[in-house]
Nanobody, 125 residues
Framework: VQLQASGGGLVQAGDSLRLSCAAS????????MGWFRQAPGKEREFVAA????????YYADSVKGRFTASRDNAKNTVNLQMNSLKPEDTAVYYC???????????????????WGQGTLVTVSS
């Protein structure tokens, strides 16, 4: 599976952005998809995840109520709608994939097998 993330950019606090992650390969619907981010000098952290086959979504507390993950299995894409952006959301955002990932493992980046190249989101105050 190859992943290509896009949609990052420079926005002001309170604005919205929509990130997309396009996947190549077969059986995309069998893969749990995660979004992670890494700010300068910080470790990569979990943002959101969506289960295989377009099931449940999960969010970090810091983005709950502002970010929404979705997937389109017919188009092999997963999206992250980010609203009410804050300066602390500034980071490189990565999408990741893992086949048949269980719920309890979705927040740990070490559990994902495939990663996109990252897209930079900068939120100015």
């Amino acid at each position: 599976v190859q992943l290509q993330a896009s949609g990052g950019g420079l926005v002001q606090a309170g604005d919205s952005l929509r990130l997309s992650c396009a996947a190549s390969g077969r059986a995309f619907s069998d893969y749990a998809m995660g979004w992670f981010r890494q700010a300068p000098g910080k470790e990569r952290e979990f943002v959101a995840a969506i289960r295989q086959r377009g099931g449940n979504t999960y969010y970090a507390d810091s983005v709950k109520g502002r970010f929404t993950a979705s997937r389109d299995n017919a188009k092999n894409t997963v999206n992250l709608q980010m609203n009410s952006l804050k300066p602390e959301d500034t980071a490189v955002y990565y999408c990741a994939a893992k086949k048949y990932l269980i719920i309890t493992a979705m927040t740990n980046p070490d559990n994902y097998d495939y990663w996109g190249q990252g897209t930079l989101v900068t939120v100015s105050s």
